[in-house]
């Protein structure tokens, strides 16, 4: 039985189903390239277009992410990011949006050098929803996944290519909130997604639970994300996004050109998923 209580996330999904579409999920770095252009372009997300935001965690040694998500999380901790910035960078944009989820994507790390009912604490009171922690497997729930449940925050586990019949049931365990299916196997931004092989594994998830499925890894221009959201409850970008940061770094572009090209993206991808309409 999956918990799923009545979060930002599962409203938001639900009311996304009630409209016939699918989410557009968008994942940034906090503190990518510094805190007050991360911050403008997290404040501008849910505008363009964005209805759930994965915000990465930086971490010296992203080891599931390419290297577009591996820079940004080496220019945020260039530039001074750790966890108590990236928990006050959620307080500030709660500070003007109460409703969009908000997801915490990253690795155990960080979260265990703060101390986890110290961060758990402090998430739940800056206005975190959900936590994505790539490299805790369900035989650690124990660790950070229950507990993060008994707090009333999301937990939410990624599914792949390679996950089985017999393995999918352990990843569904604890889940809550959505389930996150990555369309290739490999690290973040490598190839593209093949839709009918997506498709064929979102039905086969979809039969086992009753969780919204996300789908993301590969995804970059709205046409990719209109098929997507076609089959699937979400669109997860990130990778695209990430790299118009770091495009406009390399011109030394100022903020809110940086920000502008970022939530340009964001518009159109949300375009494409509203001309998809549902395939659920």
């Given at each position: 039985?999956?918990?799923?209580?009545?979060?930002?996330l599962k409203i938001?999904?639900?009311k996304l189903?009630?409209?016939?579409?699918a989410a557009?999920?968008?994942?940034?770095t906090?503190?990518?390239p510094?805190?007050?252009?991360?911050?403008?372009?997290?404040k501008?997300?849910?505008t363009?277009?964005?209805?759930?935001?994965?915000?990465?965690?930086?971490?010296?040694?992203?080891?599931?992410?390419?290297?577009?998500?591996?820079?940004?999380s080496?220019r945020?901790?260039?530039?001074g990011?750790?966890?108590i910035?990236?928990?006050?960078?959620?307080?500030?944009?709660?500070?003007?949006?109460?409703?969009?989820?908000?997801v915490?994507m990253?690795?155990?790390?960080p979260i265990?050098?703060?101390?986890?009912?110290?961060?758990?604490a402090?998430?739940?009171?800056?206005?975190?929803?959900?936590?994505?922690?790539?490299?805790?497997?369900?035989e650690?729930d124990?660790?950070?996944?229950?507990?993060?449940l008994?707090?009333?925050i999301?937990?939410?586990?990624?599914a792949?290519p390679?996950?089985d019949?017999?393995?999918?049931?352990a990843?569904l365990a604890?889940?809550?909130?959505?389930?996150?299916y990555?369309?290739?196997?490999g690290?973040t931004?490598?190839?593209a997604p093949?839709?009918?092989?997506?498709k064929?594994?979102?039905?086969?998830?979809?039969?086992?639970?009753?969780?919204?499925i996300?789908?993301?890894?590969?995804v970059?221009?709205?046409?990719?994300?209109?098929?997507i959201?076609?089959i699937?409850?979400?669109?997860?970008?990130?990778?695209?996004?990430?790299?118009?940061i770091?495009d406009?770094?390399?011109v030394?572009?100022?903020?809110d050109s940086?920000s502008?090209?970022?939530?340009?993206?964001?518009?159109?991808l949300?375009e494409?998923?509203r001309?998809a309409?549902s395939?659920?």
């Open positions: 039985m999956n918990a799923n209580p009545t979060t930002r938001r999904f639900d189903r009630d409209e016939g579409r557009l999920v968008t994942f940034l906090a503190g990518d510094d805190y007050a252009t991360s911050l403008k372009i997290l501008q997300l849910p363009a277009g964005a209805d759930v935001i994965e915000f990465g965690m930086p971490f010296t040694d992203p080891m599931a992410d390419g290297p577009a998500i591996q820079a940004s080496q945020a901790l260039k530039a990011q750790n966890m910035k990236t928990l006050q960078m959620v307080r500030d944009f709660r500070a003007g949006d109460h409703d969009t989820p908000i915490l990253g690795y155990y790390n265990y050098c703060y101390g986890v009912d110290r961060f758990l402090d998430a739940l009171e800056a206005g975190v929803d959900g936590l994505i922690v790539v490299d805790l497997p369900p650690t124990d660790e950070l996944c229950l507990p993060a008994d707090a009333g999301n937990f939410i586990r990624l792949t390679t996950t019949d017999k393995r999918l049931p990843v604890n889940t809550s909130g959505f389930v996150y990555v369309s290739i196997a690290i931004g490598a190839g093949d839709t009918e092989k997506v064929v594994q979102v039905e086969r998830i979809k039969a086992k639970t009753d969780l919204p996300a789908v993301g890894f590969g970059r221009t709205p046409d990719q994300a209109q098929a959201a076609a699937a409850d979400g669109v997860v970008v990130g990778s695209a996004l990430v790299n118009l770091r406009g770094i390399e030394d572009a100022a903020a940086i502008a090209n970022v939530t340009g993206l964001v518009s159109d949300a494409g998923i001309a309409g395939g659920n």
